[in-house]
């Protein structure tokens, strides 16, 4: 039966089955040798050691079985480490055996008495215990202490590189176990486990060192390292992860996919291959990530763990940054929400949903988002300084600093401080700002002067120098910022900035290489590239300008509408049209309309570009700027066709003062270079009346003592031709006056634009014909000679200037000199005084009225104002003085534009002494009044002008226009009557001219 239950003892999980039936005979036959000694072995196999121990004992205390007892107990403490377990069991077995100490027994006995008084055995017990118990970083110390008295001791080399890796150590580890294999023994039951051990640890450093090659971003070197990983382990999921993860780095999608489903396959829970696809699929799109998501399994998304919301947040909120950079801020305050809703203690995606709810138009919206942040986290100082932020961001300064007040100071991070200074010095320059446009420059600077040393005032101070033209102060406030940041790009710039300013462009250039542009040296605001390009520009060099505005574009398209792209985008248009590319210019101001808010969509049609660049009430300083230079462009660009008919009636003598006067012009408009060219003709009739019937002695040629028969009606026609450009700068057209006058000749004039500070001024020379009577404009016949004579020019120069900030004060003023020549008449000389100021009573966008006063001096070398033959038929008295009261009402609304005007006047008038006939060589000989004289004289009186101007847009390409002016002032009565239709070839549908622009005949061009 013993025999049996031995056998049946090695079948597998009946061991415990033949112990309990071998106990059980024990019991029934006590004392047999034999079975106790097979039962003894079994239950040492079966770890029951005590069992053992205690059935040994009981052999022992019999005779028969006592040295069969003694031999398997001592092969057993034999098998076991040297401890105070092992000591004991010795104890046990010497008393057993009769307390005889001289036998093998009792010399084991005495020799692990010695080694457990040993300090360093004692310390290898310790290590080893301390390993079985998982503790490897308590075991280290021990064991190495234990390792310097027994440097062979395999057991311990083996358990310190078991310590060493569950600590990390793993090439310590590796090291260690393969000195341990190498003085075990062969039949050590230790070689395998630390082989396999040896094994993992190889497999886990070179994960490791994978890991941080690819951190290093050496992919190469990381995949070598995770193939090595492979070849150790093929069924792990980790080699084939870091694999995927190489790929992934790479760009090379499709073998990273392959990796991690291998990774996957080993492994279908890996958190780690499962992120890794994530991250794949995200690069791919998030709504395949997202879809890759909702296909996994539980048990997947539950090796997750709580990342999955926060993975799902991440992949909505990279889908709603897809919408954002196409303004789609709608939508993607929707796709944000839905993030928020997994991850409600976001407090970063919590200020971008309401930064673009507040874009989509729904402020509301967006301080509800914050409200129940607010109120889920209120002492959170994360959420105190971004909520902070946000009002900031929507010029709510004041309440910003009331929220981070709410926090006590002790919870503050380094970041609120910062804000809450900022916030605080932002108050103060506001309020120096106010004072500032109301007029206070020294009550502003005061403000910033009596705060303590900031670079932030002191960049102001320095800009405000600048806009004020001091541009010696504005270099002495950049240069003491620099000397405290010499790293400031604000100061270096504003420095350039002022050098320039002061027209000293060679040492701006020189500096213009050492500032950040941005673009290579690292990030820069899009308003301090704007201001280096615009640097760049303004000391020659279009093309290094051209190029930061190149590059900044995309990044200014890119953002949301902020007045910082809008206003990079302006001036880069600016550039464009300087470097005579107009249609790259117009594209960048509709991008810039987008960027500033003015649209949703940056316009591509004419119709809606042009109808943007209409100026509303409550633009700003910039919107109304590209407002304006979008439509200058355009306008520049566009070509117009315009027909104009014009009448003049002006009452006096019929025959030569009682003037009738038609002039149709057709005139077309182009672009042309970076101006426009213009192409002029006039038709022109005159009628003066006429002498009656018979012969008539009329003070006209030759007529007045000896009579003329012909030439009763004194009219004329024709048409004169004109050419011309013009630009901001620059403006000239040559031309004829009528062809089919009697006096046919060229005319024509040119002249230049500029600013002297706040001053406009024009300066021009100019040949141009007096058109106020048939003589002067186009001369005449004497019935008697057959002389012709008349036509009449002015050739001089004039100097104009004004003064207009856009405030309701104006000033303007004129002077000119002109040599007054024509053929048969007497040369004269002339000089004009002329100025007037103007009060604007109301100053709208759309609505301007203004009263002012006007004051004119001439002074005429001669009288030449009669017919006779030799004078010239124009007014020209030797003084005049005039004063006048000016007041003019005009408005426009979407498809109209008028004006209302008038004034009252005095005037005073002197006249010298003056030949009737001033060239005697033109007279016959016995004219009878060929000496006479004509009475010079005084005359003062008051005038009233009326003036009516009013337009009508009929669509984009039609334009209809009136207008009626009445002069009525002593002696002097010309009125006018006009109607007129303007074609625009690319349509205009921004506002209309206020006041109306008539085409002005040519021979009254200045």
Same mark, same amino acid.
């Given at each position: ?12 999980? =009946? ?29 040492? +196999? ?103 008295? /027994? ?8 358990? #310190? ?59 190469? $070197? ?52 499962? $992120? ?24 997947? #998304? ?37 993030? %928020? ?59 910003? *600093? ?37 007029? +206070? ?111 900044? %574009?995309? =990044? ?111 005139? #077309? ?6 101006? %426009?060219?213009?192409? $002029? ?182 009288? #030449? ?42 005037? $005073? ?12 060589? *033109? ?20 005038? /009233? ?24 002032? %002593? ?36």
């Amino acid at each position: 039966a013993v025999e049996y239950w031995r056998l049946v003892a090695r079948l597998s999980e =009946q061991g415990s089955l033949a112990i309990s039936r071998l106990q059980a005979l024990d019991r029934r036959y006590p004392g047999n040798g034999n079975l106790r000694a097979v039962l003894v072995g079994l239950l040492f +196999d079966a770890n029951r050691a005590e069992q053992g121990f205690v059935l040994l004992q009981l052999m022992a205390a019999e005779p028969a079985t006592r040295l069969q007892a003694v031999d398997l107990w001592l092969a057993q403490i034999k098998r076991m480490p040297v401890s105070e377990q092992s000591l004991a069991q010795l104890e046990r077995l010497v008393a057993a055996s009769g307390g005889n100490g001289e036998g093998q027994a009792g010399e084991l006995l005495r020799q692990q008495q010695t080694l457990l008084a040993d300090p360093a055995f004692r310390a290898r017990l310790r290590g080893l215990a301390l390993v079985e118990q998982g503790q490897g970083a308590a075991a280290i110390p021990p064991l190495k202490q234990a390792l310097a008295a /027994y440097p062979e001791d395999a057991s311990l080399l083996g358990a #310190l590189a078991q310590a060493y890796g569950r600590e990390g150590n793993r090439s310590k580890a590796i090291s260690l176990f393969e000195r341990a294999l190498q003085r075990a023994d062969p039949d050590s039951s230790e070689r395998s486990k630390w082989q396999s051990l040896l094994q993992s640890n190889l497999y886990w450093l070179l994960i490791q060192q994978g890991g941080q090659a690819l951190q290093a971003r050496q992919p190469g $070197r990381a995949q070598e390292y995770y193939r090595q990983a492979q070849v150790l382990d093929d069924s792990d999921a980790y080699a084939w992860l870091g694999l995927g993860e190489v790929a992934l780095a790479r760009g090379q999608a499709e073998q990273a996919e392959h990796h991690f489903r291998q990774a996957l396959r080993r492994d279908p829970v890996n958190a780690g291959a499962l $992120r890794g696809m994530l991250a794949l699929y995200r690069q791919q799109s998030p709504a395949r990530a997202l879809n890759y998501l909702d296909r996994l399994p539980r048990r997947q #998304l539950q090796a997750l763990g709580d990342s999955e919301p926060q993975l799902r947040s991440e992949l909505l909120q990279q889908q709603a940054e897809r919408l954002e950079q196409g303004q789609q801020w709608q939508a993607a305050a929707d796709m944000l929400s839905r993030a %928020r809703q997994l991850t409600p203690d976001n407090v970063w995606l919590t200020y971008r949903l309401a930064s673009d709810w507040r874009k989509a138009g729904q402020p509301d919206r967006a301080d509800q988002a914050f409200a129940e942040l607010v109120s889920r986290r209120p002492d959170d100082p994360e959420q105190v300084y971004a909520y902070a932020l946000y009002l900031s961001s929507s010029e709510r300064e004041e309440a910003a *600093l009331a929220h981070l007040n709410r926090l006590p100071s002790a919870r503050r991070i380094t970041d609120i401080d910062e804000l809450a200074r900022r916030l605080e010095q932002d108050q103060l320059l506001a309020e120096a700002r106010r004072l500032r446009e109301q007029g +206070d420059q020294d009550g502003a600077t005061a403000i910033l002067l009596a705060q303590p040393g900031s670079t932030r005032i002191d960049l102001t101070l320095a800009d405000w120098a600048l806009e004020e033209g001091d541009h010696e102060r504005a270099l002495t406030g950049y240069r003491q910022v620099q000397q405290r940041e010499p790293e400031s790009d604000e100061a270096r710039l504003g420095e350039v900035e002022a050098l320039i300013a002061g027209g000293n462009l060679v040492q701006a250039r020189r500096q213009l290489p050492g500032l950040n542009t941005g673009i290579e040296q690292g990030p820069l605001s899009l308003n301090s590239v704007r201001r280096t390009a615009n640097a760049w520009a303004a000391v020659g060099e279009w093309q290094r300008a051209g190029q930061l505005f190149q590059d900044a %574009r995309s =990044q200014a398209r890119q953002q949301a509408p902020s007045q910082e792209s809008a206003l990079l985008l302006r001036d880069a248009a600016r550039l464009a049209r300087h470097k005579g590319q107009p249609q790259r210019a117009l594209y960048d101001y509709s991008q810039a309309m987008a960027a500033g808010e003015l649209a949703d969509h940056p316009p591509t049609e004419n119709d809606d570009l042009t109808r943007l660049t209409r100026v509303e009430t409550d633009d700003d300083w910039l919107t109304r700027s590209i407002r304006a230079d979008a439509a200058s462009l355009y306008r520049q660009m566009d070509t117009t066709i315009t027909l104009d008919h014009d009448y003049l009636r002006s009452s006096g003598t019929g025959g030569y003062s009682d003037l009738a006067a038609h002039t149709s012009m057709l005139e #077309l408009e182009t672009p042309m270079f970076d101006g %426009r060219a213009f192409f $002029r003709a006039d038709m022109v009739q005159m009628d003066a009346g006429s002498f009656g019937g018979g012969v008539y002695n009329e003070t006209f040629g030759t007529c007045r003592e000896v009579g003329c028969s012909t030439y009763h009606v004194q009219s004329t026609a024709g048409g004169s031709v004109g050419v011309g450009w013009r630009d901001e700068r620059l403006q000239g057209d040559i031309g004829t006056t009528p062809l089919g006058f009697e006096v046919v000749d060229w005319v024509g004039g040119l002249g230049y634009s500029g600013d002297w500070r706040d001053i406009g001024w024009t300066l021009s020379a100019s040949r141009r014909p007096m058109a106020s009577s048939l003589l002067a404009f186009g001369g005449s016949r004497d019935p008697n000679t057959g002389i012709i004579w008349g036509g009449v020019r002015a050739i001089g120069i004039s100097l104009s200037g004004s003064y207009d900030q856009g405030g309701a004060h104006g000033l303007w003023g004129n002077i000119d000199t002109s040599l007054l020549t024509g053929e048969n008449v007497e040369d004269n000389h002339r000089v004009r005084l002329m100025g007037g100021y103007y009060y604007k009573l109301v100053n709208q966008a759309h609505r301007r009225i203004s009263v002012g006063v006007n004051s004119m001096w001439w002074q005429y070398q001669k009288d #030449l104002s009669g017919y006779s033959l030799g004078q010239g038929g124009y007014y020209s008295p030797q003084q005049y003085q005039s004063l006048a009261l000016p007041v003019s009402y005009r408005q426009r609304t979407d498809n109209w534009s008028w004006e209302l005007g008038g004034s009252v006047s005095w005037s $005073r008038a002197v006249t010298e002494d003056q030949r009737r006939y001033p060239l005697a060589g *033109l007279i016959p000989d016995g004219l009878p009044d060929a000496n006479a004289i004509e009475r010079g004289g005084s005359s003062s009186g008051f005038g /009233y002008t009326l003036l009516t101007l009013v337009e009508r847009r009929l669509n984009a390409h039609w334009t209809l226009g009136a207008g009626i002016d009445i002069q009525q002032a %002593r002696d002097y009565t010309p009125s006018h009557g006009l109607l007129y239709l303007r074609y625009s070839l690319g349509g205009w549908q921004g506002d209309l001219d206020l006041p109306p622009q008539p085409l002005t005949p040519y021979a009254e061009f200045k």
